[in-house]
């Protein structure tokens, strides 16, 4: 069983930054993927970042092209909570964000078909 509650969405101006959390349930050993995905109105949901553990000591993180060098997805291990910190965001961040899960390692964390378990979306509006 694993479950995933998201939270931190919300209005922010262009050029500022934002931070949303998943908090996870079940993941304290092994093989574990998390993501964050967004969706904007009317088009597919699409691959923000994700991190995956190959075990306790190894793991890789990926990231879109869209947010290579703005976004960032912290975690903290004691909480089993994964974030994504949004910094200089734009109007094309608008969206809502969505965490993702499964207990596996994956080289593609980018599909959608990777993951098992989701949350249930937080609104992220940026406004100029």
């Known amino acids: 069983q694993v479950q995933l509650v998201e939270s931190g969405g919300g209005l922010v101006q262009a050029g500022g930054s934002l931070r949303l959390s998943c908090a996870a349930s079940g993941r304290t050993f092994g093989s574990y993927v998390m993501a964050w995905f967004l969706q904007a109105p009317g088009k597919e949901r699409e691959f923000v970042a994700a991190?995956?553990?190959?075990?306790?000591?190894?793991?890789?993180?990926y990231d879109a092209d869209s947010v290579k060098g703005r976004f960032t997805i912290p975690r903290d291990n004691v909480k089993n909570t994964l974030y994504l910190q949004m910094n200089t965001v734009n109007a094309e961040d608008t969206a809502v964000y969505y965490c993702?899960?499964?207990?596996?390692?994956?080289?593609?964390?980018?599909?959608?078909?990777?993951?098992?378990?989701w949350g249930q979306g937080t609104q992220v509006t940026v406004s100029s």
């Open positions: 991190i995956s553990w190959r075990d306790l000591n190894t793991y890789y993180t």
């Open positions: 993702a899960a499964d207990n596996h390692f994956t080289a593609r964390p980018r599909a959608l078909s990777e993951y098992n378990y």
